[in-house]
C-alpha cells in the first residue's frame, strides 16, 4: 500500500503507554498518534463512528474527505490493494446496465428503466426466507394494482442459493431481475446496508438518490400506496 501513496497512522485504543509502545514499536511500519494524545482519540473515534476494533477508514491525503470507512474490509477482500483506494461505487455503478425481464433470458437496459420510470424498487429478498415468502405476494399485488402506475419499477436481487431457486422464485415476479450470483448482489446489499431479507429500498430513476431506504414497512402500513414514494417526513413536520 505504500507503494500506492498511501499512509497510515495507528490510532490506539490500548490500556497503557507500555503496551502501546510494545504494540506500536515491535510490529507497526507506519506513523501513530501519541498515545496521551486521548482527546483525539476520542475525537477521532466519534467523528467516524467506531464502535469496535479493529477498524480502518481511509481519507483523501489532499482533502481530508472520508473516502471508505470499510477500509478493514476492503483489506481482507483486496489484500494486493488492486482497487486502492476502495472508492464506493456511485448507485448507477452499482446497479450495471442490463436486468432480466422475465425468466426467458430477455433482458431490459438501463437507460430503458430510467426513461419509463420515475421510481427504482430494489427488492432484496430469496426464494428460502419465510418472511420474503409471505412479502412477496404483497408486493406484486401493489405493484400490479397502482405501483407500476406511478412509475415505480421494482428489480428483485435475490439471495437464492442456486439457480433453480432463483428461477422458480423469480417465475412469479412480474418486474426485472439481477441474474442469481451477479457481483452487483453484494455491492448493492452494501451500498444500502442491507443485513436482513426482505429489504425494499425506492430510488429516484433520475437522480439516483434513495427516496426510502425502508419501503418494505411503508407498503405494509401503506399498502395502497397513498403516500407513494414514501418520501421520509422532514425534520420539522415530525
Request: proline content about 7%; overall charge negative; aromatic content about 12%.
Amino acid at each position: 500500500y505504500a507503494a500506492k501513496d498511501m499512509e497510515i497512522i495507528f490510532v490506539s485504543s490500548d490500556r497503557d503507554e507500555a503496551s502501546f509502545k510494545s504494540y506500536f514499536g515491535e510490529e507497526q511500519p507506519w506513523l501513530a498518534l501519541p498515545y496521551g494524545a486521548r482527546d483525539i482519540k476520542a475525537k477521532l473515534s466519534k467523528k467516524y463512528k467506531v464502535q469496535g476494533i479493529p477498524s480502518f477508514v481511509v481519507l483523501d491525503g489532499e482533502t481530508g474527505a472520508t473516502i471508505t470507512t470499510d477500509g478493514r474490509e476492503c483489506v481482507s477482500e483486496d489484500p494486493t490493494g488492486k482497487d486502492l483506494p476502495w472508492k464506493p461505487p456511485s448507485f448507477w455503478d452499482a446497479l450495471g446496465t442490463e436486468f432480466l425481464s422475465g425468466t426467458e433470458g430477455e433482458t431490459v437496459e438501463i437507460d430503458e428503466v430510467k426513461s419509463s420510470n420515475k421510481y427504482i424498487g430494489l427488492y432484496f429478498s430469496a426464494h428460502w426466507c419465510p418472511p420474503c415468502r409471505g412479502f412477496t405476494p404483497d408486493l406484486i399485488k401493489a405493484y400490479k394494482d397502482h405501483l407500476k402506475a406511478k412509475g415505480l419499477e421494482i428489480i428483485f436481487v435475490s439471495s437464492d442459493r442456486d439457480q433453480a431457486s432463483f428461477m422458480e422464485y423469480y417465475g412469479s415476479m412480474p418486474w426485472l431481475a439481477i441474474p442469481q450470483g451477479d457481483q452487483r448482489k453484494a455491492k448493492l446489499s452494501k451500498l444500502f446496508g442491507v443485513e436482513g431479507i426482505p429489504s425494499f429500498v425506492v430510488i429516484d430513476a433520475a437522480t439516483g438518490e434513495t427516496v426510502n431506504g425502508n419501503a418494505r414497512g411503508k407498503l405494509s402500513s401503506d399498502p395502497t400506496g397513498a403516500k407513494f414514494p414514501w418520501v421520509p417526513p422532514a425534520c420539522l413536520d415530525i
